[in-house]
């Protein structure tokens, strides 16, 4: 497949679930993932009415809360061919949560078995369904990749990252040790157990450090926002980017957690 493909009626129409940490805290990820799926080909729309996935609501025992707002996201997205999120926790929460919180609801039972089988995370969608071989990106820096828990053992995300990473210009990856190892956020677990979190994310950051990588990239922000809080709390000049945003070329903002420079 070319770099760049050409957009038509015939051409799946995605509904891009943009999480609730990308929509406050990194919109450029959005922005990223949108460009990434329409140079693939796909025609892409924003439901202005999605809200969260309810995952930190599940996470918590609260099942009839999770229920509410995922009905609420399957009347959002099935009218969409695929529904695409850059998050590998949250697609996870629509393709293998939904089913089962739903399968006492007549009304929705089938329904979120539909949306849990159009639901992808991004990079797995480019690759395994679009077909994308190569980006059109440049990014001379070496870069590390951490694999966010749900995204890996949930939904098996591992090889599609780093085959588009392979073609961005410039890029050095160098996989750290430990790489499967989770960072610690856990969503709610790092509010929940702040020091188990934090000595999780020491020992992640040693082996980011290790690695030589002047950037980390990973497809989940929640594990960047901490990955990144700690790697400042250190003094550290690593970067923490999502891989969209590399991916897409889209690297001119400041790294998360790092501030615009002024004027």
């Known amino acids: 497949m070319t770099k760049k493909a050409a957009r ?3 051409a799946p129409l995605v509904g891009l679930f943009v999480t609730c940490l990308v929509d406050l805290f990194r ?15 796909a025609r892409v729309e924003v439901p202005q009415s999605q809200t969260c996935c ?14 509410a707002i995922a009905r ?19 697609a996870g929460m629509l393709r293998l949560h939904y089913p089962q919180l739903l399968a006492d609801d007549p009304a929705f039972a089938s329904r979120a078995q539909a949306l849990a089988g159009k639901t992808f995370e991004l990079t797995s969608f480019l690759v395994e369904v679009l077909g994308v071989e190569a980006v059109d990106a440049h990014y001379a820096a070496p870069v590390t990749y951490h694999d966010a ?15 588009l990473l392979r073609s961005v210009e410039g890029l050095t990856l160098t996989e750290m040790e430990e790489t499967e190892i989770c960072c610690g956020f856990g969503g709610t677990f790092s509010v929940k157990y702040p020091d188990i979190a ?9 082996n980011i450090v290790k690695s030589g990588a002047a950037c980390v990239l990973a497809g989940d922000l929640g594990c960047l926002l901490h990955i990144a809080g700690k790697l400042s709390r250190d003094g550290s000049a690593i970067q ?15 790294a998360i957690g790092q501030a615009r420079k002024a004027g």
């Open 54 to 67: 309810g995952q930190p609501a599940y996470n918590s025992g609260d099942k009839e809360d999770a229920k």
């Open 198 to 206: 934090n000595a999780m994310v020491e020992g992640k950051v040693r």
């Open 8 to 10: 038509t009626q015939a």
């Open 240 to 254: 923490c980017r999502h891989v969209a945003e590399v991916l897409a070329g889209m690297t001119g903002n400041p």
């Open 149 to 163: 828990c749900s995204g890996l053992r949930e939904l098996k995300v591992k090889d599609a990252p780093r085959r």
């Open 72 to 90: 609420q996201v399957v009347e959002s997205f099935e009218r969409f061919d695929y529904v695409v999120a850059p998050s590998g926790s949250c």
């Open 27 to 41: 919109p450029s990820v959005g922005f990223a993932a949108i460009k990434l799926l329409e140079d693939a080909g």
